[in-house]
């Protein structure tokens, strides 16, 4: 069965840092581009950053959060430093093929294996 399970998420105050992992089972990571999607509350589902041909960040994020991947745990990873409350919401991780998902990696409508979400809160 393929499944993706992100981890790592919780309640962080401003300025704080979260380390998000994505392991796949049933399929290997690298062979995938790998897509980090957030969704606030009342708001579309947006593209935070992906590791395909190139890695990419939405400007929100830049300069703040990192991707990775280690694929001797077939798992992607996604470092989250300074962290602010418009940060909040539901991140999900998704692989898309890469061909595909090229230079269009923030829609989502080019992954096809999603994960079920793990929820950030900034706050003070």
């Known amino acids: 069965q393929l499944q993706l399970v992100e981890s790592g998420g919780g309640f962080v105050q401003p300025g704080g840092s979260l380390r998000l992992s994505c392991a796949a089972s049933?399929?290997?990571?690298?062979?995938?581009?790998i897509g980090w999607f957030r969704q606030a509350p009342g708001k579309e589902r947006e593209g935070i950053s992906s590791?395909?041909?190139?890695?990419n960040y939405a400007d929100s994020v830049k300069g703040r959060f990192t991707i990775s991947r280690d694929n001797a745990k077939n798992t992607v990873y996604l470092q989250m430093n300074s962290l602010k409350p418009e940060d909040t919401g539901v991140y999900y991780c998704?692989?898309?093929?890469?061909?595909?998902?090229?230079?269009?990696?923030?829609?989502?409508?080019?992954?096809?294996?999603w994960g079920q979400g793990t929820q950030v809160t900034v706050s003070s």
């Open positions: 590791s395909g041909r190139r890695i």
């Open positions: 998704a692989a898309g093929q890469r061909y595909l998902v090229g230079s269009s990696w923030y829609f989502p409508t080019l992954y096809k294996y």
């Open positions: 049933g399929f290997t990571l690298d062979n995938y581009a």
